[in-house]
């Protein structure tokens, strides 16, 4: 089972228009979903999209005139929308990272403490696994991924690692891989540094670099804001901190005024542009509460940032 994180939060800061249409760009196992169609009436739609087979598969059982699901990354969230005659929309929810079903099924090789094949990709229908990733990477490139996308100190030691161990034999397990990655980190990190499974950042790197996750993210957040109607929320829940941190700054660059360069000539429409901000920050950046995390513990590191797009009359 998964339980969706702030559920009834995120839910609430799309503002739900009964007769709206939605996007859940990220349906998982769907309880974003099932909320924002029990505030719908008949003259709602919701359109969920997902990489995930899986997650298409569970989509496919929830019998809902007003609901449709679509095997796609939320990159292509405006192609899909205007392929269904949709232009704007009322509200954009995204949950970004991995779900409950995801990390534990063995087969999906997302778990550093589950066994399983070392594959990662959130679609299964195409694209190269982390095994076969790993089999041909240049040390300086896993190297590389693993500092960037998991913030790990011991970087380049983990790189050398690997690349010593594949000389010996493939690595194609999830605990090959994390016994690899453990016995460097182990070797290094202080008491204090315990807390954490020694593979974490390792894996939490790989995957980001397998399933191109912030490449995606990049892509899609200028179409939420195109396809936004006036008044239109996007709310968007993280995961860890390259994610918030780039939610962040493109809420805060969207919402900002940009001043018209000194000493340059400019339309007055030109002008009119840069002083109207497309976007409006909603409130502070939202955490689960204690309860939550004390139930979920997937959900301590969550953090939930929302924006609604702006109306100029006229």
Not at 20 to 48: C, K, N, P, Q, W
Not at 170 to 189: C, F, K, N, S, Y
Not at 214 to 232: F, I, M, T, Y
């Amino acid at each position: 089972m998964h339980t969706s994180v702030l559920l009834h939060e995120a839910v609430e800061a799309l503002a739900i228009k009964p007769g709206g249409i939605y996007v859940d760009g990220t349906f998982g196992r769907g309880g974003h979903s099932r909320m924002v169609l029990s505030l719908l009436d008949e003259r709602g739609r919701l359109i969920a999209l997902d990489k995930d087979p899986a997650a298409i598969t569970f989509g496919g059982m929830l019998q809902d005139e007003r609901f449709s699901i679509h095997h796609c990354g939320f990159s292509f969230m405006q192609q899909k929308l205007l392929q269904l005659g949709i232009e704007a929309v009322d509200g954009i929810l995204l949950d970004l990272g991995v779900s409950s079903p995801q990390l534990e099924e063995t087969l999906r090789g997302f778990s550093f403490r589950l066994a399983g094949p070392l594959d990662m990709r959130m679609d299964t229908s195409r694209g190269q696994t982390a095994a076969e990733w790993l089999a041909v990477v240049s040390e300086d490139q896993l190297e590389r991924v693993i500092r960037d996308y998991g913030e790990e100190r011991y970087a380049r030691q983990i790189a050398r690692a690997i690349i010593v161990a594949r000389t010996r034999q493939p690595i194609v397990t999830t605990l090959q891989l994390a016994e690899i990655v453990a016995a460097v980190v182990r070797a290094r990190q202080s008491r204090r540094e315990t807390v954490r499974h020694p593979a974490t950042r390792t894996f939490q790197a790989i995957r980001i670099y397998i399933n191109q996750e912030l490449e995606e993210l990049s892509l899609a957040l200028p179409q939420c804001v195109d396809l936004l109607k006036p008044g239109g929320r996007l709310v968007i829940i993280s995961f860890h901190s390259l994610e918030d941190r780039m939610v962040k700054q493109f809420i805060r660059k969207a919402s900002t005024v940009d001043e018209p360069p000194r000493g340059i000539p400019m339309p007055e429409s030109e002008i009119q542009r840069l002083s109207k901000p497309a976007l409006k920050r909603i409130g502070q950046a939202i955490h689960p509460g204690s309860n939550e995390v004390e139930e979920n513990v997937r959900a301590r590191s969550a953090v939930m940032r929302v924006a609604e797009k702006q109306f100029y009359p006229g």
